[in-house]
């Protein structure tokens, strides 16, 4: 199975926030560690932010931190949230499959999209920091400068 872009900068994103400690980086110093567009960054920010696993401030002093609910919501949940309850494969598409009806390939493609999701619902955002991914997220740029010093 493979994640949408947005999915998988959404969960990136979260793991930034999870290791920034007391600063609070803004979504262009997040969009420029992650290595994608700003303007993409700052849509998974507005869903993120919908959904309540972050919070946005604007202003000075302003920047993105990471909710209670998201250092703890589990990796499972939020990419079941941002990829949908679409089935891998679409065999009811605008082009119907014609053995829809008795397919033995549908029902094992959805027992595996359901293996993956269960190996994430164990796992919290927290959990996805640990080392030595969290001080790998540390070692990056903008996570090593000092807040206020960013745009």
Do not use: W
Not at 34 to 56: D, N
């Amino acid at each position: 199975m493979r994640l949408l872009r947005s999915t998988d900068m959404a969960l990136r994103v979260l793991m930034r926030l999870a290791v920034a400690g007391g600063s609070s980086p803004t979504t262009r110093e997040v969009a420029a560690d992650m290595g994608v567009p700003y303007t993409h960054a700052a849509k998974v920010v507005a869903e993120l932010q919908h959904r309540g696993l972050l919070a946005a401030r604007r202003g000075r002093g302003g920047g993105l931190t990471l909710t209670e609910a998201g250092r703890g919501a589990s990796v499972g949940a939020i990419v079941r949230a941002l990829e949908g309850e679409g089935d891998v494969a679409d065999c009811e598409g605008p082009n119907p499959c014609p053995l829809n009806s008795d397919c033995r390939l549908r029902g094992a493609l959805r027992r595996a999209q359901e293996a993956f999701y269960a190996a994430l619902d164990p796992l919290t955002v927290a959990d996805m920091v640990a080392s030595p991914t969290g001080p790998l997220l540390l070692g990056l740029p903008s996570a090593r400068r000092p807040a206020g010093t960013g745009d």
